[in-house]
């Protein structure tokens, strides 16, 4: 029997998502020694708690010796490889559709530990590695099912042009890098190729700050150096900090410039349009010309190390006609692959704007894309161009399930009693950019006006408003000394007075959605994804599938796997309904044993299935 990859060991300090989630008891606890003789070159470590294993092997043995243990693990079986499974308890009926007739109902008090067992759904790898390899899958057949057609989607897709561009940051400041100019391995996840120095020179600059800004290294790929600036002070963070929070706008911005560059160029081409009525909100009827094709895009976001995001996009030709809208048919004749090239070229070199101004910025941040330029390549279905779709789709549904973990930094949104454990003004390379978030973002409720300098303080602190920490000081109104800019004991008790002024202000006039160009709106909310408030997979609405369809084509599978298929015919309404009554009770496993045994299990089960792919493979073959 293998045991699972999972760590099934609970620890003092577990973030929510993590593999140790069973529930421990402090019997069952014992603390690592600690150092013997401390000093300030060897500080007392804090102690980590692990499971005595005599008593985790007893408990597992005391589990799977029960009569009810097959059961357990048949009803565990869809959330056994989930690293913090939700539990939901309560009543499952079973309705007649036509009628509304009650035919059965069963209560998760006759199940085995009273519960339910549903996976946490978890897209991180970092979080859950099951849960996300399962959104993996999914974001792949999304992706290459837009390429290829099937499960609804015409298969004449795969004749239509599409194009895979790749869109950069501008430059915020040099970082260590690791350049390899010629590829000679097999596998760039394995690379091992020599990699050009890093910033080799022969003058020898100095910045303003004191440090050189050359570095003769030759990186390795795991290198912890790559990505952070060479010197910290001259990294422009605000910057950094505004342009991924601005970055989805931009990406809008690009996609219309696209369309209209294929607009014009079909119009120079002699493409003709078609002509529609409708009716405006004021009861006159008007007109408007629609071209006769239609742009379908998927996009996935990636993280650099330096913290900054760039995207990787799919951008498909279809065809459109006005009878048939949510169709998707084939361009018109006259517009290729070679045109998608040159309109996101254009649109990659000319898409720019300016944000809102700002007290840190009275002029606005300038938002465009890098000076690199946009890598755009031809898709093919076939293996005879620039990449396939099966290469495309896999390397898109990579990054659906990777976040900021490659920075170093992985946190839960941050707020105003958690923002001094990640930001840090004189901290490291994430520290100043989660540092930049909450001082250019916009400020809580609880601000006082302008003061001095024009950026807003927090209430008790007469200084400017520049990270989470200050200089020592004294609250006026408690007398608590802190080091915060916000007093902890004041700021608890105004709390529930800030809700309600807002919502009495909310009230009154109603809220204005902040404009699209101003840098400070969501900067704080976004602040634990170094600016970024974009999801990492996006697609338009006919490009393909959607994920709920898909996740919902999977449970009818697993419904007539343990019920049997209905007698109804292809197409008609099913004759019963299943209605859930259910609430959340608790997450993760009941006790180490258990997740052990779970995660035992799905492991097992993931080594026959891939006994059975190898063996069908080979039989195959």
């Not at 620890?11 to 998502?17: I, L, V, Y």
């Not at 361009?331 to 809102?356: E, K, Q, S, Y």
């Not at 490009?543 to 007698?567: D, H, M, N």
Request: proline share 7%.
């Amino acid at each position: 029997m293998t045991v699972s990859t999972l760590s099934v060991v609970p620890e003092a300090t577990t973030a929510s998502g993590t593999a140790p989630s069973a529930q421990a008891s402090p019997q069952n606890l014992l603390p690592t020694p600690t150092n013997s003789h401390p000093s300030a070159a060897n500080p007392p470590a804090a102690p980590v708690w692990y499971w005595r294993s005599a008593d985790l092997h007893q408990q597992a043995i005391a589990r799977a010796a029960r009569d009810d243990y097959p059961a357990w693990l048949t009803h565990v079986k869809a959330a056994s490889a989930c690293t913090r499974p939700v539990r939901l308890a309560g009543t499952i009926a079973t309705i007649e559709a036509a009628t509304g007739r009650l035919l059965a109902e069963r209560s998760t008090a006759d199940m085995p530990d009273g519960v339910i067992y549903k996976p946490c759904g978890n897209r991180r790898e970092s979080v859950c590695p099951a849960c996300s390899k399962l959104y993996q899958n999914d974001a792949y057949q999304i992706l290459r099912t837009g390429l290829i057609g099937g499960k609804g989607v015409p298969e004449q897709v795969a004749h239509h042009p599409a194009v895979f561009p790749t869109f950069t940051a501008p430059g915020f400041g040099e970082v260590h890098t690791r350049v390899v100019k010629r590829h000679t391995c097999a596998r760039r996840k394995d690379c091992d190729c020599r990699p050009e120095p890093c910033h080799a020179r022969r003058d020898l600059s100095v910045c303003s700050h004191g440090v050189r800004l050359v570095c003769y290294a030759r990186h390795s790929g795991d290198d912890p150096r790559l990505g952070t600036p060479l010197c910290l002070d001259c990294y422009d963070y605000g910057t950094q900090a505004v342009w991924n929070v601005m970055a989805g706008e931009l990406w809008r911005r690009t996609t219309i410039a696209i369309n209209r560059y294929i607009r014009r160029l079909a119009r120079q081409r002699g493409i003709p349009e078609f002509r529609i009525y409708y009716i405006d909100k004021h009861g006159k009827q008007r007109s408007r010309l629609v071209p006769p094709w239609r742009l379908s895009f998927g996009k996935a976001a990636e993280m650099q190390r330096r913290g900054v995001v760039h995207f990787h996009a799919i951008i498909r030709l279809d065809g459109y006609h006005p009878d048939t809208p949510d169709s998707v048919l084939p361009p018109p004749a006259g517009l290729d692959a070679a045109d998608l090239v040159a309109a996101i070229d254009h649109a990659a070199t000319t898409v720019h704007f300016t944000t809102d101004p700002h007290p840190a910025k009275r002029e606005g941040w300038a938002i465009r894309w890098g000076d690199k330029g946009v890598l755009t390549k031809v898709i093919t279905v076939a293996a005879d161009g620039d990449v396939t779709d099966t290469q495309v789709a896999a390397y898109l549904a990579k990054y659906a399930t990777k976040s900021t973990e490659i920075t170093g930094h992985a946190s839960a949104r941050l707020d105003i009693d958690t923002i001094g454990l990640h930001a840090n003004p004189h901290g490291s390379h994430t520290e100043r950019l989660i540092n930049a978030c909450w001082r250019l973002g916009r400020a809580p409720q609880h601000l006082s006006p302008d003061h001095g300098d024009g950026l807003r303080t927090l209430r008790g602190y007469q200084g400017p408003l520049d990270g989470p920490f200050a200089q020592p000081w004294r609250c006026p109104a408690c007398g608590t000394r802190t080091h915060l800019r916000v007093c902890p004991t004041c700021s608890a008790h105004t709390a529930a007075d800030d809700r309600a002024t807002t919502a009495a202000l909310k009230q009154q006039q109603p809220v204005q959605r902040p404009r699209a160009t101003d840098p400070a709106a969501r900067l704080r909310r976004w602040a634990h994804m170094l600016g970024f408030g974009g999801h990492f997979l996006t697609k338009s609405r006919r490009y393909s599938l959607t994920f709920a369809i898909l996740r919902g084509s999977r449970v009818e599978f697993r419904r007539q796997q343990s019920a049997g298929p209905e007698t109804t015919e292809p197409g008609e309404q099913p004759t019963t309904l299943v209605v859930n009554f259910l609430q959340f009770v608790g997450s993760g496993w009941r006790t180490a044993a258990d997740a052990m045994l779970a995660n035992t299990s799905a492991a097992m089960a993931r080594e026959h299935q891939e006994a059975a792919r190898a063996y069908l493979a080979t039989a195959a073959a």
